[in-house]
């Protein structure tokens, strides 16, 4: 992975983690609730969850790259395909943040940490986000432990500052978060993101 690839990476892992969906849903119920503070585990469940996803995405991809390059090819389409369907359900999402779990505030610590963890474990479609991303940012038929590492660590401080970035923002923000206006704005901002991936994906040779 290059320098230039690497930012790039960092970049789209950040806005990954920005964007609504189930952890970022758990993540405001908890700090609309208990403050910042109470999302660090949480959110650091989360992260690994998702970084286990990318080693197997990079490791699964990087045999198929090498082997089978027709079947790649149609992994990388279905993958921009996905990437166009989540843009469009993100720009159609309800204006709602009920679906945080706020059963989450009554836990400890350790098990703060487990649902974060299950939280991503449990959907699939973050896989399929790794699968349709990496072949934008590694050439898969060279890629090294170096780079799954570098990756790796990339996910975790991207991941980590967008999770707390909203836990600290929606604590000092409350009444912004419970604005149907602003979360519309958000669910669009986040669609148009991922269906521009996805077109990207789609024409790269």
Known sequence: MTIESAISFFIAILIFGV???????????????????????????????????????????????????????????????????????????????????????????????????????????????????????MDLTVLSSTDIVLASGLTLVGLMIGLMAIAVFASKARGWFRSERAMKRLNRSAGSIMASAGAYLALRN
């Open 19 to 137: 964007t609504p969906g189930p952890g970022v849903f758990a993540i405001l119920a908890r700090a609309l609730m208990n403050g910042a503070n109470s999302c660090v585990l949480l959110a650091l469940g989360m992260t690994v969850s998702d970084i286990l996803y990318l080693i197997a995405a990079c490791i699964g991809l990087a045999a198929i790259a090498t082997h089978w390059s027709e079947l790649f090819t149609v992994i990388r389409i279905v993958g921009a395909a996905y990437l166009l369907y989540l843009g469009y359900k993100m720009w159609t999402a309800p204006v709602s943040i009920e679906q945080g779990d706020s059963r989450l505030t009554r836990s400890g610590m350790a098990a703060s940490f487990v649902q974060g963890f299950l939280i991503s474990a449990s959907n699939p479609k973050v896989i399929l986000f790794y699968i349709a991303f990496l072949p934008t940012f």
